[in-house]
């Protein structure tokens, strides 16, 4: 019983017991909260992994795209840098779909036309095309970049791959994927899908109605021949041949045409023309009539058909203020004055880039009447800058099976060299010599949808055994992830390539230059070369003028009047522009008072000016003579690429500019002559000089240099410098030099293209007023206080002599 009692009160505890109890009790209902916790998260550990990755991603999105939306300046920036994949373009889904299948199919697929039963010529050079397998398309951006590696493995979940492959930044990658090897094969573009102005040339309807070209009898099977009075199409204004580009121009509006109706142009009757003498007819080429190109219409059709449009230049990003596809050859003349100041260097170039556009399409209007009622000067304006910024260079021999590839009927019956001397142009035609080779030019589906770079990534060149373009990474250099592919369109000034292309790096990567044709306008190469000229090519050759204006326009001849009158035209505005050249004898440096010529007719002094003025217009529209290169600010540029890293790495050129103003500082030493100067020997040196630079072995590109003589010669010559750079920025002022705040506007590359030329004609004083200065500082303490009062010193820094005191040198000319 006692024991029993004892377990009884055991039960129930002491006081002390029971508050131990109590605490245990206490404890048990605290834990079990924590543990209701991790009870739920084992019933529920995938809803909570799932959870945590998404938070990363979503943290990892916003650091990504932080990262491509960050422009960083490199060391030494003092503007932001364009990047070099350009702008994204609003694609609408339709023509999203169509660059991007040609980007990835156009040439990486492209297999030889199996249809066609394959010749020697065909086996050569339709061979397949290529593009490495890293090779990713970016249809906003219009090209094509180095693709990142990719999360692989069958023991790696589905998704888990794509969240990593998506979310792989190029800090993660970077560290194990170089991307393209240097020196691999990124892309090779075969014969037929090139567009060469050799195959616009060999279109019957060019031939015909521009050509004046035609088969010699009524079958395919007979040769071509110049069909009379029909000439080629030649400039109106100067009777200069019309450049093969523009004969691309209308072959590829043609093709376009052909694509868009489908070409059933088949149906299409040609018209017929019957000869009176012999009665015999013959077909005429309708514009319609694509027959001959129908199998390459086909083949084509992708890449024509995403070429940009007047609409797509016309257009206005919806997301910007910028439009990618615009070019400043769509300028109206008042928004080209408000952005350059007149007569500077890159003003001319539009400016003759658009003469050239203009007077082709009305010389093309009045030559043929199909042409005429079917295109537009805006469609054609489009095309031809496609043709300008778009075309590469094709640098093929006689033995080139590619100029044989896809000849026809009557082609055949020449050889190379005798055809392209029939196709009269300002680069082909009688102006071919005897040479085996020819340079070209190609559009180049994808190749040109590359941008352009001083400092490329890829490299391209024509391989003549296959007729194809080869396009490889540098040798020095990986192409990294990411990247897109770049190449290089040549030496281009930034001036140049903004006329031209219609964009600029702006990393300071490109030369720059300026013209010193301060008081007069050049005539001859203008820029354009021989693709444009305001000077009939028979006159460019200062040797060659006497001869035609003293000749043939005075004697009876049977020369064309269309010819006759743009010689004549020539001929005045030659006149005039030796007025013009006597602004720069207008200064007299050297002598206390200006020379007279009105008072003093006869004299020494109105002897050596004639000399001078005839010097200068010999050279006055030798481009080279007045034009001056400044090399890059930042030679090693390497370009920002928008869909990759930002990081910028540029250093600027610290040492001394090295410029070669060679032959503006002759003209300037020809210019400061004095009779005095060199031993008073300054009339026969000048006359022995022009008469050596005239002789007829002499070659058109010879030049007389003025050299360095006594130290009052260079001293004035180098302020002669230093005048002209002054009045040629002169032209700036009333330009805002403000950066605009939206890189890549017109307004931005125009405040970069004209800040570039002005920074130039800094240099150019800088380095001419320093050597002034340092021949002034040795000659006067050679002389000593003779200097002070010495005339072979004087430099007229106030104003010009009266212009009528030289005007009698032109009656003497």
């Known amino acids: 019983m006692a024991k029993k009692e004892r377990r009884l009160k055991g039960v129930g505890g002491t006081g002390k017991q029971n508050d131990a109890t109590k605490q245990a009790a206490a404890r048990r209902s605290q834990k079990l909260p924590i543990q209701k916790h991790l ?93 490495h397998p890293r090779l990713l398309a970016v249809p906003h951006h219009r090209t094509q970049r180095v693709s990142i590696s990719r999360v692989t493995g069958s023991l790696t979940p589905t998704w888990w791959r794509k969240i990593l492959n998506y979310f792989m930044t190029d800090e993660i990658e970077s560290s194990r994927d170089h991307g393209i090897p240097k020196g691999e094969l990124v892309m090779r573009l075969p014969r037929p899908l090139q567009i ?71 149906d299409v009757e040609n018209d017929v023309q019957c000869q009176n003498e012999s009665g015999q007819c013959k077909a005429l080429q309708q514009w319609d009539n694509l027959e001959q190109h129908k199998q390459r219409i086909t083949l084509l059709s992708a890449y024509l058909d995403i070429l940009p449009t007047v609409s797509d230049r016309l257009a ?59 295109v537009k000067y805006l469609e054609y304006l489009s095309m031809r800058i496609n043709v300008l910024s778009r075309a590469f260079g094709v ?73 194809s373009y080869v396009i490889r990474a540098s040798k020095n250099s990986d192409i990294p992830p ?98 013009e050249l006597l602004r720069y004898l207008m200064f007299d440096d050297g002598y206390k008072e200006c020379i007279d010529l009105t008072s003093n007719p006869g004299s020494s002094d109105e002897e050596l000016k004639l000399l001078k003025l005839r010097h200068l217009i010999r050279i006055a529209n030798y481009r080279e003579a007045w034009i001056v290169r400044v090399p890059p600010k930042f030679p090693d540029a390497r370009p920002l690429q928008t869909m990759g890293s930002t990081k910028h790495d540029r250093k600027e050129q610290k040492n001394s500019v090295g410029v070669n103003a060679n032959r503006i500082v002759s003209i300037c030493r020809l210019l400061s002559l004095r009779v005095d ?74 405040w970069y293209v004209m800040t570039g030329e002005v920074r130039a004609l800094g240099i150019l004083i800088q380095t001419a007023a320093s050597e002034a200065n340092k021949v002034k500082r040795l000659y006067q303490s050679s002389k000593g206080t003779i200097a002070a009062t010495d005339a072979s010193m004087t430099v007229r820094e106030e104003g010009a002599c009266p212009l009528n005191y030289s005007l009698p040198l032109l009656s003497r000319l």
């Open 316 to 374: 206005k990003s919806s997301s910007s203020h910028i439009n990618p596809n615009g070019h400043p050859l769509f300028w109206t003349p008042t928004i080209l004055k408000s952005l350059f100041p007149r007569y500077t260097h890159t003003y001319d170039l539009i400016r003759h880039y658009q003469q050239m556009i203009e007077s082709e399409y009305e010389t093309l209007k009045l030559m043929s009447d199909e042409f005429r009622k079917n």
């Open 677 to 750: 100067d060199i031993g008073g020997g300054a009339i026969d040196y000048l006359r022995e000089g022009i008469t050596s630079y005239a002789s007829p072995t002499a070659s058109t590109k010879s030049f007389f240099l003025v050299e360095k003589h006594e130290d009052e010669l260079e001293y004035r010559s180098m302020m002669c410098v230093v005048r002209l750079c002054n009045a040629a920025l002169g032209r700036y002022l009333g330009y805002d030099n403000t950066e605009p705040e939206i890189v890549g506007t017109r307004q931005w590359n125009a």
């Open 395 to 467: 640098p093929a021999s006689t033995d080139d099976s590619g100029l044989v590839w896809g000849t026809s009927g009557y082609t055949k019956g020449l050889s190379i060299v005798e055809e392209m001397r029939l196709y009269e142009t300002s680069n082909f035609g009688s102006f071919l010599d005897d040479a085996q080779n020819f340079k070209l030019r190609s559009m180049c589906p994808l190749l040109d949808m590359y941008n352009s770079h001083p400092n490329p990534n890829v490299s391209w060149r024509y391989d003549s055994k296959t007729s």
């Open 196 to 266: 060469w102005d050799l195959d616009a040339l060999r279109d019957r309807f060019i031939q015909q109605e521009f050509l004046g070209l035609g088969p010699s009898g009524s079958s395919d099977a007979d040769t071509m021949e110049r069909k009379s009075p029909k000439v080629a199409a030649r400039h109106q204004d100067t009777q200069n041949p019309l450049d093969s580009g523009a004969f691309l121009t209308v072959y590829l509006i043609r093709l376009l045409h052909g694509s868009r109706a489908g070409i059933s142009s088949s």
């Open 39 to 131: 009870f739920w998260l084992r019933r529920n550990a995938p809803i909570v992994v799932l959870g945590a990755i998404a938070i990363l991603a979503v943290l990892l999105f916003v650091s990504k795209t932080a990262n491509d939306n960050h422009d960083g300046d490199g060391p030494g920036d003092d503007h932001p840098v364009p990047h070099i994949d350009g702008l994204s373009m609003d694609l609408d889904p339709e023509r999203g779909n169509k660059t991007q299948d040609f980007l990835n199919n156009f040439v990486c697929n492209y297999q030889p036309y199996s249809e066609v039963k394959a010749d020697a010529i065909t086996t050569a050079v339709d061979i397949e095309g290529y593009c």
């Open 482 to 579: 990411h990247h897109s592919l770049m190449v290089s369109y040549g030496t281009y000034t930034d001036g140049h390539l903004f006329a031209k292309y219609g964009f600029a790096n702006g990393d300071g990567s490109s030369p720059t230059e300026i013209s010193l044709a301060v008081f007069h306008r050049m005539l001859g190469d203008v820029g354009l070369g021989r693709q444009f000229s305001q000077l009939p090519f028979d006159v460019w050759d200062p040797k060659d003028r006497d001869e035609i204006f003293g000749t043939l326009l005075l004697e009876e001849s049977h020369m064309d009047s269309a010819k006759r009158k743009s010689l004549l035209s020539a001929k005045n505005a030659l006149e005039m522009q030796a007025k």
